[in-house]
């Protein structure tokens, strides 16, 4: 009913930036809270930032100052702006959305299927 797809991760040297992008399609009414979270080889997957549907915005502490969540509310799509990458932010990244559907009216939570984002020292 509701697909989550990301874009724009790949290798990136230290220093570098990338831009995520994530665009929800399907039976949607509105999508709430969207949000990117990472997970690292051995590690549990962690919350990155989040932006509600009205721009409000959470990050994690590693990434203060380093990244910047966005998102077009037309579009259904978030971004992630992530500058002066690190090579412990090496991980799957990963879409989240928690959407309202136009079937049901009933608030779901979706994911995307993941991007890799690899920083090299």
């Not at 969207?34 to 962690?46: D, T, V």
């Not at 799509?77 to 799957?92: G, H, R």
Request: aromatic share 8%; proline share 2%.
């Amino acid at each position: 009913q509701v697909q989550l797809v990301e874009s724009g991760g790949g290798l990136v040297q230290a220093g570098g930036s990338l831009r995520l992008s994530c665009a929800a399609s399907g039976s949607i009414f509105s999508v709430n809270r969207m949000g990117w979270y990472r997970q690292a080889p051995g590690k549990q997957r962690e919350l990155v930032a989040t932006i509600t549907s009205g721009g409000s915005t959470n990050y994690a502490d590693s990434v203060k100052g380093r990244f910047t969540i966005s998102r077009d509310n037309a579009k259904n799509t978030v971004y992630l702006q992530m500058n002066s990458l690190k090579p412990e932010d090496t991980a799957a990244y990963y879409c989240n959305g928690i959407v309202v559907l136009t079937t049901t009216l009933s608030k779901d939570d979706y994911w995307g299927q993941g991007t890799q984002v690899t920083v090299s020292s």
